[in-house]
Nanobody
Framework: QVQLVESGGGLVQPGGSLRLSCAASRGIFVISAMGWYRQAPGKQRELVATITRGGRTNYADSVKGRFTISRDNDKNTVYLQMNSLKPEDTAVYYC???????????WGQGTQVTISS
């Protein structure tokens, strides 16, 4: 079974930066695309960014130009560099791995990101 371990969350001021990491293990070779999702209190979980094995990326309009997703296939790790953070970015951020061959997704435990003055 695939296991995803997230790190890098925390509390920062508006305009600050954070870098999230997600390391995959246990069945990592079944993962094709990876991504980041977030969920704020009382809201639906939403897509933040995705990246394929080949490095093709996709971003939500709300983070485009501020966030950058990247992937290190040798380390089986995906990153999310978050710059110019806003209070509305506050949420629990979840790492996602898509196992297309199995027709299912794997999820990390989530890491809290809070932007406040």
């Amino acid at each position: 079974q695939v296991q995803l371990v997230e790190s890098g969350g925390g509390l920062v001021q508006p305009g600050g930066s954070l870098r999230l990491s997600c390391a995959a293990s246990r069945g990592i070779f079944v993962i094709s695309a990876m991504g980041w999702y977030r969920q704020a209190p009382g809201k639906q979980r939403e897509l933040v960014a995705t990246i394929t094995r080949g490095g093709r990326t996709n971003y939500a309009d709300s983070v485009k130009g501020r966030f950058t997703i990247s992937r290190d296939n040798d380390k089986n790790t995906v990153y999310l560099q978050m710059n110019s953070l806003k209070p509305e970015d506050t949420a629990v951020y979840y790492c996602n791995g898509n196992a297309a061959v199995l027709g299912r997704d794997y999820w990390g435990q989530g890491t809290q990101v809070t932007i406040s003055s």
